[in-house]
């Protein structure tokens, strides 16, 4: 089982669980975005309290990429304050944590994250990325697809595919003003998945306006957009499980910036999704 479409709902109304599933990190709170029940990978946004602290040696059993949202946290010796990014694969050892006011970071793993109990002499630092300032990053406004370009999105990579041989996370940046010409345009499909975050300002498709806190996880195959902002967007974008390709549907679908929240959500989720959310928190 595929995790399920969700698309979009706002972090601000899930709410705040005890620890990681899986068991790890109990001292911590958590909100799953979404997840995959069986193959146990997830997208989670982890809020550690102040005077967290870890002496003894850690090291899950998952791969963990994290941005942080707000606060601070210091891992091996590196501070990690809000819009900096790393990624730890399975079986990296943390020799010593600890937040002295607080973190709240987004946080993705590739499997159930779970205490690696027997950990080796010498940490795993295959895909390690230690630490990234995300402001120290230069932006790119390249367009590789032309149809595009009356977006003017910007992105600074984070992490790279090799397999597939394209970004894997990144941020993500459109303007303000932006609308497809003449108001309308064709919808688009990817032969992978696409996950996003809001982290600022907004985005409005045929679902809704999607603000700060907004996420969805949409599978391979489905159709979304047009897409268009008054104010401008911030995000963080994952691909996953496939190539990001853009297949543009043939027909032009009618573009407009006030558009009703009508997410699409499985049914456990539901209760999530029956208003938008107006109010001042990011997540």
Not at 210 to 227: L, N, V
Request: one cysteine or more.
């Amino acid at each position: 089982m595929a995790r399920p479409w969700i698309e979009y709902l706002f972090s601000q109304k899930l709410p705040w669980q005890s620890g990681l599933y899986g068991g790890a990190r109990g001292d911590v709170e958590s909100k799953v975005l979404s997840i995959d029940r069986n193959a146990g990978d997830s997208s989670t946004i982890i809020r550690y309290p102040a005077r967290w602290q870890r002496d003894v040696p850690e090291a899950l059993t998952a791969e963990e990429e994290m941005y942080v949202l707000d606060g601070e946290i210091e891992i091996n010796g590196h501070t990690y304050t809000r819009d900096t990014y790393a990624c730890f694969p399975a079986g990296h050892i943390r020799e010593n944590a600890l937040s002295d006011k607080g973190c709240v970071a987004l946080t993705f793993f590739d499997s159930i994250p779970m205490q690696l109990k027997n950990m080796s002499a010498r940490t795993n630092t295959k895909g390690l990325i230690e630490y990234l300032d995300t402001y120290e990053l230069k932006w790119d406004s390249s367009v590789a697809d032309p149809a595009l370009e009356w977006m003017g999105n910007r992105r600074k990579v984070l992490k790279w595919d090799p397999e597939y041989n394209q970004k894997a996370t990144f941020i993500f940046s459109t303007p303000p003003q932006i609308f497809p010409e003449n108001w309308a345009c064709p919808t688009l499909t990817h032969p992978c998945v696409e996950e996003a975050f809001m982290l600022a300002g907004e985005l409005t498709g045929p679902l809704g306006r999607m603000t700060a806190g907004s996420y969805f996880w949409r599978p391979e195959g489905k159709p979304h957009g047009p897409y268009g902002t008054r104010d401008g967007g911030f995000s963080l974008i994952r691909f996953k499980y496939g190539q990001h390709i853009n297949v543009w549907g043939d027909k032009d679908v009618p573009y407009a910036l006030d558009v009703p929240y009508k997410p699409i959500l499985p049914e456990e989720m539901k209760v999530y999704g029956k208003d938008s959310y107006d109010g001042p928190e990011r997540y």
